[in-house]
């Protein structure tokens, strides 16, 4: 969090102008500085991650039944988003190095009722833009990005966000960059932004014309202000959090049994997360959680179980996960390691020794 003095200072004038929602001086003020920042001038902020993928794909206007290519490793908030839309989500799965969609399996899946690929940057890891844009082009589908951990994130210099379609960044909490709660969309082309505006705010093109069905979207001025802090503040941030996953790096490389994911080339990490794959390590991925959780420090499996396995979808899609067979066994190994810019390497030293002995 920024000092408690600053972000007062920040929404001192909240008082005085009494505009806390709908688009007021911190929300523009914010945005600009994301324009910036992220390397994309076509951007819309809303109220969390989620709502900003669920309402993009909506404003890209594909027939009910389309089917999209995604991947079961990911949060089910992007699952959600596909199917709340009313399309089908066809499982491919992912690759072993970074964890993001195998996109050599993708064009397998291609058939002609696909209308969009929508991939995930996982840990901060991005996907291959360049194999998926081509098959992208070859097919005239629609690519979107659920980009939640990877802001600030690089490839060969270029702002992640300005990569396909549209990328949504989440500014959850528990995220390298918060807003407290909100999320933020990039868009290709500047008219995506002009679309999205009224499916933000229930579908209200003027204060007596609301010709789409929608929902409340909108980011509030406090949000915003936490943005604007956060942000002075969060190449430092990401910094500090290098330090602390160099220092789980050190201790953990080449222990049989344990997997950590090398840098990409090209690609600038975040360190939004340090996930760790227990595969024929002399403890189990669980007792090794359960042994973290004894000393008090928690540990957490991300991402498990697979979408397709959640009760939810699991009657409709379980059988494919025999189809995902890396996205089935990253799912049952990972551990994503405790990592925030404030963590202390002494901690580290201690959860490595736990792990190790």
Known sequence: ????????EEIRGLWESCWLSNGGAKHLDFETALQTYLQTPHLSLFANGHV??????????????????????????TTHSIVRNGLIPVFCDINDADKTIDAGQIEHYITD??????????????????TIDKLAQKYRLKVIYDAAHAFGVTINGVGIGNFG???MFSCHATKV??????????FKIPDMVRKVAPLINFGFVNAETVPFISTNARMNEFEAAMGICNLRHIDEEIAKRKLVADKYTELLSGIEGIKLLSPQKGVTQNYSYYPVFFDGYKHSRDEVQYLLKESEVYARKYFYPLTTELDCYAARYGASVANTPVAKQSADTVLALPLFSEMGLKDVEMICRIIIE
Do not use: Q, R
């Not at 009722?113 to 360049?130: P, R």
């Open 1 to 8: 969090m920024p000092g408690f003095e600053e972000y007062m």
């Open 52 to 77: 900003a993928l669920e309402v993009a794909i909506d404003a890209f206007g594909f027939s009910k039944g389309g089917e999209v290519i995604t991947t079961p490793y990911t949060h089910c908030s």
């Open 113 to 130: 009722k696909t209308v969009a690929i929508i991939a995930t940057h996982v840990y901060g890891f991005a996907c291959d833009v360049e």
């Open 165 to 167: 379609d549209a990328a």
């Open 177 to 186: 960059f918060h807003t407290i709660e909100g999320g933020i969309t990039t």
